[in-house]
């Protein structure tokens, strides 16, 4: 069979994927994609978007109960967690159509089945109908990551989930164990808990949401547990034991074990990078734990063969994948990109209340050597978050003392998944703390907490 060539081959369709196989066509490159299961990737069909949707129900159940609070009455509250699910499966469906569809429109081949490089420049297809030779200068790999699993801790789809299950659960829990407190595993435990199921959330680390900064990860751990779920930090799962309709977990803190019964547990323990199976080991690609090794432009150690998103590494996140996919594809096309630093890129967490943060963290911006500024300004002293009935939060930011230069922001409370953004442009920019200063927001809105947090590093802050 004759093979057909391509300037540009990416292997996965997901947020990175598909991204670098548009812009690369934008770009004048003749581009192939090969999926072997969704277009969009684990984000649009089983990450970002549908847990977003779930989410988007159980705030909304959680502001009917509230409807008092609002001068409002709702009776008889109650949901068809069926239906929930449908309506995440239908946002999933439609962006994923809407993700072939702009392949299509950019002219970009899409190929359904499963990739393997057997040589520089070329990739073998096994498809439905048999095997398809590609060839390419350059060949992209964006296979993105799976959920790790712990042993012992497999899962089993009945009584041990992973996210998949939980986005698609055969019954609602009752008594819940959610194994990890990172993104994945608080915004479960925040769905789940929300819509009464009794939430025990285990974390190893000393403290839920260990990436964010400690005082914006005690805050959230207040709030979880004002609605009812019981935080168990420095504690390590040892073993499930599964009888019919019942999980016994033995969990082991400061020394001590003990046996805690459940009827669901979700492990959200990381992820593991999709190395295998393509022939990286034989190529000379260097995997470091699970992941792919590049430079800074996302090169492997092989010429004309490049990695972005999870299977490149940390941060986890698809708008890095999606950002790293323009970055390569400019670069192949023979532009000069700036490489993606992941210290600009911001983090967000959709649970209740929702958790954002981009840069430093006070520990990290003092570890580095920083003599540092510190800003505060609570979601209480804000007439907008009253307005809405959110006076829970806070917006935290850090500066360096020497420059003004912005180092990190962090944020807890309404919204502050979009608040976040404006930070995200103040340090693309290099804006120091007097440009923030200077700069007018709006009244009345969240987005003036930023001004006051800002205001309130050099003491300046207004209205608190």
């Known amino acids: 069979m004759a093979s057909q060539s391509f300037d540009l081959i990416v292997i996965g369709a997901g947020p990175g994927g598909y991204v670098a196989a548009i812009r690369g066509a934008q770009l004048g490159l003749k581009v192939a994609v090969v999926e072997r299961e969704h277009m969009g990737g684990i984000c649009l069909n089983w990450g970002c978007i549908p847990t977003k949707a779930l989410l ?3 705030e909304v159940f959680h502001l009917m109960h509230r409807a008092k609070e609002f ?3 709702a009776e008889k509250i109650d949901y068809d967690i069926d239906a929930v699910v449908k309506r995440s499966r239908g946002v999933a469906k439609q962006l994923s159509g809407g993700v072939a569809h702009l392949l299509k429109k950019n002219k970009v081949t899409a190929i359904m089945g499963e990739a393997t490089i057997p040589a520089k420049g070329k990739v073998t297809v096994k498809t439905e109908k048999g095997s398809e030779e590609l060839t390419a200068k350059h060949i992209v790999l964006a296979t993105g990551a799976r959920a790790r699993e712990l042993p012992g801790l497999e899962a089993d789809g009945d009584l041990v989930w992973t996210y998949k299950h939980a986005l698609m659960p055969p019954r609602m ?9 990172g993104a994945i595993g608080i915004e479960f435990a925040s769905f789940y808990n929300t819509l009464g199921a009794d939430t025990t959330v285990v974390e190893v680390m000393d403290r839920v949401l260990p990436v ?3 005082e ?5 751990k207040k709030q979880f547990e004002k609605q009812g779920m019981t935080i168990m930090e420095k504690s390590t ?3 499930l034991d599964r009888a019919k309709g019942k999980v016994t977990a033995h969990i082991e803190r400061g020394g001590k074990t003990e046996t805690l019964e459940f009827d669901t547990v979700i492990s959200a323990v990381g992820i593991v990078g999709n190395t295998e199976g393509l ?5 000379g690609v260097e995997v470091d734990r699970t992941h792919v090794v590049v430079d800074e432009y996302c090169r492997t150690k092989v010429e004309g063969l490049y990695a972005i998103g999870d299977i490149a590494g940390a941060p986890w996140l698809a708008h890095k994948a999606s950002h790293e996919g323009v970055m390569v594809a400019e670069l192949i096309a023979g532009g000069h990109p700036h490489p993606v630093r992941p210290e600009s890129i911001a983090g967000c967490t959709y649970c209740h209340p929702q958790v954002a943060s981009v840069g430093l963290t006070e520990a990290k911006a003092k570890e580095a050597g920083y003599d540092i500024k510190v800003g505060r300004f ?9 307005a809405l009935g959110e006076p829970e939060g806070m917006v935290k930011t850090v500066f360096d003392a020497k420059t003004g230069e912005l180092l990190g922001a962090h944020m807890v409370g309404a919204e502050v998944t979009e608040l976040i953004q404006g930070y995200v442009v103040g340090r693309q920019l290099e804006t120091t703390e007097e440009d923030l200063m200077n700069t007018v927001f709006p009244h009345p809105t969240l987005s003036e907490m930023m001004h006051e947090s800002v205001l309130d590093a050099y003491g300046r802050a207004i209205h608190f």
Do not use: C, Y
């Open 279 to 283: 022939g990286l080991e034989a190529l």
């Open 237 to 239: 799962v040892k073993k």
């Open 173 to 181: 829990p009752k008594k819940l164990l959610v194994i990890g407190s």
């Open 56 to 58: 988007r129900s159980s």
């Open 71 to 73: 001068g409002l009455s």
């Open 212 to 214: 964010e900064d400690a």
């Open 378 to 386: 609570p979601f209480i002293g804000n007439g907008k978050a009253i």
């Open 216 to 220: 914006i990860s005690a805050f959230a």
